[in-house]
């Protein structure tokens, strides 16, 4: 069984860029959670998908974060225009159940510079 | 709000020592608790878990944690480590009734000694 997948593993882009970041949860979960640790600081929750619909977003920071889940398999997280405090390392996570063991993938560092 | 607290940011010991990770986390309801860790270069994996019954919880790799629900503690503990434990180690909580997300402590990062 394939494991959660996040691409790209690395990103570094100029502040004021926009970037795309991809989690491909394991097949047949239905939870995706994004999660978010900004260096020196602990792992933050940022949201969470059931299926296509959002189950809980109060993790976001800003308006400048948006997540989609079209059609309830992969999900995609921009951030635009991107900001210096949003370097950090962005992890994704799927779980089969609601309550049950979340997956993790093996997150994106994202550089804003 | 949960929170989670974990005592030690970094612990360096050597082989065939004990190891104890503290974890304490604020929470009136019913939770769920893990231990997570991440080896050098490696995805963030289950150690253990606890939703309900013993309080005494053995996971992977020869660890454990206890849950103490009157001091709000879920301490991990491995009696004898090894090189390869050498990594971060993560406790989190959930609960149903705040949307099933987890909280994080800091991470406390492990160096054993070989």
């Known amino acids: 069984e394939a494991g959660v997948t996040q691409f790209p593993s690395h990103s570094v882009i100029e502040k004021g860029q926009t970037v795309t970041l991809r989690c491909d949860p394991i097949s047949g979960h239905d939870n995706l959670y994004w999660y978010r640790r900004v260096m020196g600081k602990e792992i933050k929750f940022l949201l969470h998908f059931v299926k296509e619909s959002k189950q809980d977003e109060s993790g976001m920071p800003n308006n400048r974060f948006l997540a989609e889940r079209t059609g309830g398999t992969y999900s995609t997280l921009k951030v635009q225009p991107a900001e210096l405090e949003d370097s950090g390392v962005y992890f994704c996570a799927s779980s089969q159940l609601l309550v049950g063991e979340q997956y993790f993938g093996p997150g994106t560092r994202l550089t804003v510079t | ?114």
């Open chain 2, 1 to 114: 709000a949960q929170s989670v607290s974990q005592h030690n940011h970094h612990v360096i010991l050597s082989e065939a020592a004990s190891l104890e990770l503290g974890c304490n986390y604020s929470y009136g309801g019913t939770v769920n608790l893990f231990w997570y860790v991440q080896y050098p270069g490696q995805h963030l994996q289950l150690l253990l878990k606890y939703f309900s019954g013993d309080p005494l919880v053995k996971g992977i790799k020869g660890f454990e944690a206890e849950f103490i629900k009157s001091k709000f503690s879920f301490n991990l503990r491995k009696p004898s480590v090894q090189w390869s434990d050498t990594a971060e180690y993560f406790c989190a909580v959930n609960a149903a009734a705040a949307g099933n997300k987890l909280t994080f402590g800091g991470g406390t990062r492990v160096l054993v000694k070989p």
